[in-house]
């Protein structure tokens, strides 16, 4: 079975952490919560979900992960300055491991700069920033691009799971 890093910060989309994570463990897979600092509490921006961080991501290496899920909401927004997290994603995708974002996780894939020559999707309001990044931006509800995975909303879960699923 694979074992898969959700990397997560305060203020995720809670569903697109929730129905990602609950299915990939479903499955048979390990997940791990991976974020800024062990032990810390965070909470989805719907309050219907909370999670507490397993693992500080100054601490994880890439090569112990057979993909990488990043859930959307502002919790890409709280995790894309940070170093690790950009080394960790630059390394996954070097790796040619999976890497499944949703909605405002390419946030993370354009800040580590990996996004030149790539189709993907996202949040609709981010398609500019996408392209200002090299993408080749499409609304649909999923994108597979060689090892990413990407999708809008979530009402797209269901099929951004199936391809996550399919890699795995």
């Known amino acids: 079975?694979?074992?898969?890093?959700?990397?997560?910060?305060?203020?995720?989309?809670?569903?697109?952490m929730q129905v990602p994570y609950d299915e990939v463990k479903q499955a048979g897979h390990q997940a791990d919560i991976i974020g800024l600092e062990k032990g810390?509490?965070?909470?989805?921006?719907?309050?219907k979900a909370q999670y507490t961080i397993?693992?500080?991501i100054s601490e994880v290496n890439v090569q112990d992960y057979?993909?990488?899920?990043?859930?959307?909401g502002s919790s890409p927004e709280n995790l894309r300055l940070d170093s690790h997290i950009l080394d960790f994603v630059?390394?996954?995708?070097?790796?040619?491991?999976?890497?499944?974002?949703?909605?405002?996780?390419?946030?993370?894939?354009?800040?580590?700069?990996?996004?030149?020559?790539?189709?993907?999707t996202s949040?609709?309001?981010?398609?500019?920033?996408?392209?200002?990044?090299?993408?080749?931006?499409?609304?649909?509800?999923?994108i597979v691009d060689r090892n990413f995975i990407t999708s809008r909303t979530p009402k797209d879960e269901p099929a951004f799971v199936r391809e996550?699923?399919?890699v795995l």
């Open 123 to 142: 949040y609709p309001p981010l398609q500019d920033d996408m392209v200002n990044a090299g993408a080749s931006f499409k609304d649909e509800e999923v």
């Open 40 to 47: 810390s509490e965070v909470k989805g921006k719907q309050g």
């Open 66 to 72: 057979d993909a990488v899920v990043i859930p959307g």
């Open 164 to 166: 996550l699923l399919k």
């Open 54 to 56: 397993e693992k500080s």
């Open 90 to 120: 630059k390394e996954a995708d070097k790796s040619g491991k999976p890497i499944a974002s949703i909605c405002h996780g390419p946030q993370i894939l354009a800040s580590a700069g990996l996004l030149k020559g790539r189709t993907i």
């Open 1 to 16: 079975m694979s074992k898969v890093a959700f990397l997560i910060a305060d203020q995720f989309e809670d569903s697109e």
